[in-house]
């Protein structure tokens, strides 16, 4: 049994953690070092770049890993390295987290007592978990626990309570119910009745996912699962691959991404189950007991009123015209309400017990909420059911639960603030402390996005409700609400609304930085970005205090205006220098309005905020990367040669465009490279002709990037720095790294002609340090308004120089280098999002996407990469048709949404020359309405506008955007020239655009050649979901054994590497509970090195795990859950089937293989094209055998 990992409203939500047993549930993850999680097809136990490789071969992730990078990457160039977590941790502290577990026996009413394994470190809140999710207590949820007659307090741990211990009896004992209580039991039951409806997951409701595993193995899931098939012998099933899978089919159907499951439409329990119009009790019954009343029709159509009351649930005498709160006659008193349900409806009884069999019998993962929401972007047309749990969430201002937590709504700041300052010293503590800022971050985002969407839709009041509505700000649950709109000219000289827009995730970024960096006493505000409707929001966490004091004397640290006013901080200084080095940023002073020098530590924008809470807060965080100067041309300024044959400096349409911080990483990495290059090589000279011979490669002023050769392919001219000799010669290296150690101690043991080598290549690279390697950015540079004093004129220049060869390096090294790994399958884009994936991972941010495409184009390997191409194309379209749609949307009212969204998508994808939206009705929009609806409307659009938009003026529109902000010139004025230049598919198109801006469709076959017709109607527009970006906390220590793991595999220890891998797992399972992207990698990981040892049926009971999780935390249609399936059926077919013909094989692994071809083809259908399908042949294993099976 496994606990819920977000039980919401319960009283554990309002603590900081709650800490998940770690023997309960077997499933855990990691980044699988970035790379089998993050690039499909790359092999786990691939090894790790060494020195000599090219940095574009290694594995960055998105910004969020910070830590890792650092604790395994950064130190060694910086010449700084910090102690490793999980290194400090001792082999003792593991033994602690994997304590022995133990028995107790669980005595409930009505039931026999039954055993219970336990852990010592789990809590007694988390018995009550497994007991509501049992089949035979689940209807239980007002109870306490007593061990010899002393109530055990639901937050302690196990090991701390006195008496307990092997074959100890727990008595469940019935409480009094209060108003809350009974809430969360009627909550409970709903949650029961619906538990295999998957109408919640379909509209993206309280982190429910859909899974079809069980569905495609049709409830074969070996030992993950508790169902098998009857009787011994598997039943032949057909699996000849579909017609549309194989190559030449002109079909791209829609439907086999989501086959439609028979438990969906479990057996009916209550016909009506809702709060009755009588409520609340009027005060004479209060005192009689009675909190809340209930109206039920059952299955045999009677009518029934239910009181619940302190003692349990009984009929009352009301009918939905008389109120007569009397107890009926027999009353049916019953403490819980589904005992209550079963006495009076026998097919209540029958069909409820059914339903719980069948939902105890379904995969734990398929039930456990994800940690965030997961959306469809298809569904079926369902029945819309009456839902009295629904209904009053609707209705309520609060999230959900939040009415009944102590001191009603959560203080988001203080939990966030708090779970950073839980202490860290040792493995158990630092485990409790990243479960607690996980749990957070899951349920601040949850509360965010839902607020957003609020916002936007009009259901909050403005903090500032006379002031124009782009301007307007909101305050809801404790959480700040802020528009992506210039207001006040704030972002005049950087680009206006559009810098605006973009500046909130350039803040994001900043802020997943700074809390992966980790300072102590450093603090900054949750953040989420949400994109809804056409508008982005912004929902930050509230500084206690800021709304009393104008913002002026808040900020202590930093500028409030770009740069004129600056102001500085002891304290602040101190804490942002421990940032400075992991970050790469410069110490270094600006001029204020006064000309007077401040110094700062960071870029101008960034404010520090001392609250009320006397913490250092920092905000503005969106120039903490430093500028990417081939989107920002200045006067006086030439770029490298490089960037200018490829058509840079480039005017972009706004000034915050900032180099990624993987790319920061993998240039100071490169220098690192070269700076022991060049200071070995020297050595050596020096050590063999007693006299300095490099001086002259090191004073000849040119920049030491050489460029990668153009076609990113082969190495063209070789540099001195780069001859085979330096390599050889391990020893000059070691000599660099002793000498530099030396140095910084500063002993005076060096002597002047080597000291004066590690200078010359310090100066070279463009280290601040003229005595050890230290390369730092200054994200002022080039910062409109941003003065630097006189005396630091040399030290702007090196920077300015440094910042050139950087952007060289990002087109000269990383955009090849990204190429060349898509020819040698290091990394396989199969969709928009997996190609976006690998270049961010290399710091190559989405404005260069056209120039990936053109590079493409240009290379011998043109033909091997035509599905990178493909994919480049169609995420060329769908970002220019999303910018469209964004402004597109802005001027639709809320009753025009559904004809607005299907009017573009006909102009976007239909063949249909001449589509015609339809508006609302008239008779339903009276004109005062109207007006005080386009007062409302954020955009400046015209409410109908968007109706007269044409599928000619569309294309137009996305071929100049492509130009204009990819700098690529899109061949085709409509849909069909697209699909027919670039070889591309409508239904690619359309889910491409549906994932980007959140819509849903009805799961149906669509029509897009239908030249008389239009493909879409209003009714096949289901929803519109937020597109939501929030920081990722991870598990660091977790993470620590993971790579560890991986490092014994690759030196062939499988069983050592098996064993950490494990433990890692452990790790994973506490700090992000059972349901995690990162568990999947560690789960399928896992499962590949099970294989490889030969046990093969343990890996594959891990690969389902896999699956099924790949699916809930992914979707369905995402090229790693592809992945996951594909092995899935490669380890089924070897466990089963060795030594036996192929013939026989089909036969035998017809479930697996059935699998495959019912998830793999909608697809391929989707991500590339049946015709070439005989390019997958070129992967790596497993893919190559599932195809050819």
Not at 110 to 138: A, K, N
Not at 209 to 228: A, V, Y
Not at 625 to 633: A, G, M, V
Not at 1106 to 1135: C, D, K
Request: overall charge negative; aromatic content about 8%.
């Amino acid at each position: 049994p496994c606990p819920s990992a977000r039980r919401p409203g319960t009283q554990e939500e309002a603590r900081p953690a709650m800490v998940i047993k770690a023997d309960e549930m077997t499933a855990a993850g990691a980044k699988a070092a970035a790379a089998a999680a993050q690039e499909p097809g790359k092999d786990a136990r691939q090894p790790q770049p060494g020195p000599e490789e090219p940095l574009s071969s290694m594995v960055l992730t998105n910004g969020d890993s910070l830590h890792e990078s650092h604790k395994e990457e950064d130190p060694k160039p910086n010449g700084h390295e910090e102690p490793s977590h999980a290194e400090e941790g001792s082999d003792q502290e593991v033994i602690v987290i994997q304590d022995t577990g133990f028995t107790v026996k669980i005595h409930a009413p009505g039931i026999e007592p039954f055993p219970l394994q336990v852990s010592p470190q789990e809590m007694v809140q988390e018995i009550h978990q497994v007991l509501m999710d049992r089949e035979d207590t689940c209807h239980r949820t007002c109870f306490s626990l007593q061990l010899d007659g002393n109530v055990m307090d639901n937050f302690a741990e196990l090991k701390t309570i006195e008496g307990l211990q092997e074959g100890s009896l727990l008595k469940v004992v019935e409480e009094p119910y209060t108003v809350r209580e009974a809430r969360i039991h009627v909550r409970h039951i709903r949650d029961l009745l619906k538990s295999l409806d998957p109408s919640d997951a379909f509209n993206g409701v309280d982190c429910n996912s859909l899974s079809f595993l069980s569905m495609f193995t049709e409830g074969d899931l070996g030992d993950g699962g508790k169902r098998k098939k009857r009787g011994t012998e598997m039943e032949q099933i057909d699996c000849t691959p579909p017609e549309h899978i194989l190559p030449g089919s002109k079909e791209r159907p829609l439907c086999p991404l989501q086959p439609q499951n028979r438990d969906w439409k479990p057996l009916q329990c209550l016909k009506v189950l809702t709060m009755s119009g009588w409520n609340p009790p009027p005060g004479n019954r209060k005192m009689h007991g009675d909190l809340m009343y209930l109206y039920v029709i059952t299955m045999e159509d009677r009518h029934v009123s239910i009181t619940a009351a302190t003692r349990g649930f009984y009929l009352n005498q009301s009918t939905a015209y008389h109120f007569n709160p009397k107890p009926a006659s027999p009353s049916f008193l019953s403490h819980s309400l589904v005992e209550l349900l079963n006495q009076i409806s026998p097919t209540f009884k029958k069909n409820f017990a059914s339903l719980q069999k069948k939902r105890v019998q379904r995969h734990p993962f398929e039930r456990i909420a994800t940690p965030f929401q997961v959306y469809s972007w298809t569904a079926p047309l369902a029945e819309h059911a009456m839902d009295c749990v629904r209904a009053e969430d609707a209705y309520t201002s609060r999230l959900g639960y939040e009415e009944h937590i102590p001191g009603q709504t959560r203080d988001w700041n203080e939990e966030l603030q708090t779970t950073r300052e839980l202490p860290r010293k040792n493995l158990p503590e630092r485990l409790l402390r990243e479960r607690a800022i996980f749990k957070v971050h899951s349920d601040f985002t949850a509360a965010a996005t839902r607020g957003a969407m609020a916002v936007i839709d009009g259901n909050v009041m403005a903090i500032n409700p006379s002031e124009e509505t782009k301007m307007q700000m909101f305050i809801w649950n404790n959480i700040f609400f802020s528009l992506g709109f210039d207001v006040r000219d704030h972002y005049k000289d950087f680009g206006g609304d559009v810098a605006a827009y973009v500046a909130p995730t350039n803040d994001l970024n900043g802020v997943r930085t700074y809390n992966a960096v980790d300072v102590e006493g450093l603090y900054t505000l949750g953040t989420v970005v949400v994109d809804y409707r056409g508008y982005r929001v912004t929902a930050q966490s509230i500084i206690p205090g800021i709304l009393e004091r104008e913002q002026e004397e808040s900020v202590v640290y930093g500028s409030i205006d770009f740069g004129k006013t600056v102001v500085s901080h002891a304290k602040y200084l101190e804490l942002l220098e421990k940032t400075s080095r992991p970050l790469k940023i410069q110490r270094h002073k600006v001029l204020n309005d006064k000309d007077e020098e401040v110094e700062l530590c960071s870029s101008v924008e960034c404010k520090g905020i001392i609250g009320n809470d006397g913490r250092h807060y920092v905000l503005d965080l969106l120039r903490t990367f430093p500028p990417d100067l081939n989107f920002l041309p200045v006067e006086g300024e030439e770029m490298p040669e490089e960037c200018q044959r490829m058509g840079f400096p480039k005017q972009h349409r706004h000034k915050l465009c900032c180099l990624r911080q993987e790319l920061v990483d993998a240039f100071v990495e490169h220098r690192y490279l070269l700076f022991m290059k060049l200071a070995a090589l020297q050595l050596m000279q020096q050590k063999a002709n007693k006299q300095e011979s490099g001086s002259t490669l090191l004073e000849n002023g040119s920049s030491p990037t050489s460029p990668f050769p153009e076609n990113g392919m082969e190495d063209g001219k070789k540099s001195p720095l780069e001859d085979g000799q330096v390599e050889e010669k391990v020893a000059g290296l070691d000599r660099v790294k002793e000498l530099t150690e030396t140095i910084a101690s500063d002993d005076g043991a060096v002597d002047p002609k080597s000291r004066e080598v590690i200078q010359n290549a310090c100066k070279a690279v463009g280290s601040i340090s003229n005595l050890s390697f230290d390369i730092r950015f200054n994200p002022d540079i080039f910062s409109p308004g941003v003065r630097f004093p006189d005396s630091s004129k040399d030290q702007i220049q090196d920077q300015k120089q440094l910042l050139k060869d950087a952007a060289a390096f990002l087109v000269s090294y990383q955009i090849p280098g990204l190429i060349k790994d898509c020819v040698d399958h290091t990394v396989l884009p199969m969709d928009g999002a997996t190609l976006v994936e690998a270049m961010h991972q290399r710091g190559i941010n989405m404005r260069y996407l056209g120039k990936v495409v053109d590079f493409i184009t240009k290379t011998p390997a043109r033909t091997q990469l035509d599905h990178v191409y493909k994919i480049g194309i169609t995420e060329l379209i769908t970002r220019s048709a999303k910018h469209i749609f964004k402004t597109y949307l802005q001027g639709v009212e809320l009753s025009g949404l559904s004809a607005a969204i299907s009017h573009f998508l006909n102009c976007f994808l239909s063949s249909f020359p001449n589509p015609v939206a339809h508006l609302p009705t008239d008779e339903l929009i009276s004109k005062k309405k109207n007006k005080r609806r386009k007062n409302r409307n954020l955009g400046n659009a015209d409410n109908t506008t968007w109706a007269s938009m044409s599928p000619q003026e569309l294309w137009k529109n996305i071929c100049s955007e492509a130009k204009a902000y990819f700098d690529f010139c899109l061949e085709c004025e409509s849909v069909d020239q697209a699909v027919e230049v670039y070889s591309l598919q409508k239904i690619t198109l359309l889910r491409e655009i549906s994932l980007k801006t959140g819509i849903q469709i009805l799961l149906k076959e669509y029509n897009f050649d239908h030249r008389h017709k239009p493909a879409f109607t209003e009714e096949d527009i289901l929803n519109i979901f937020p597109v939501v970006k929030h920081v990722n906390p991870k598990a660091s220590d977790a993470f620590h054994f993971f790579q560890s793991g991986q490092a014994k595999v690759q030196q062939g220890f499988l069983k050592e590497g098996c064993e950490l891998i494990s433990e890692a797992l452990n790790l994973f399972n506490n700090v992000y509970g059972a349901m995690h992207v990162e568990i999947c990698a560690c789960l399928r990981l896992l499962a590949r090195l099970n294989y490889i040892m030969g046990d093969y049926s343990e890996a594959l009971s891990n690969q389902q795990k896999a699956v099924l999780m790949s699916e809930r935390v992914l979707g369905i249609e995402h090229p790693n859950t592809i992945q996951e399936y594909v092995s899935t059926s490669w380890g089924f077919t070897r466990l089963m089937g060795r030594n036996i013909p192929s013939t026989c094989a089909l036969a035998l692994f017809s479930v697996p293989i059935q699998t495959v071809f019912h998830v793999l083809s909608p697809l391929l259908s989707l991500c590339r094209d049946p015709p070439n399908l005989q390019s997958f042949r070129d992967l790596p294993s497993p893919m190559p055998l599932c195809l050819s099976c």
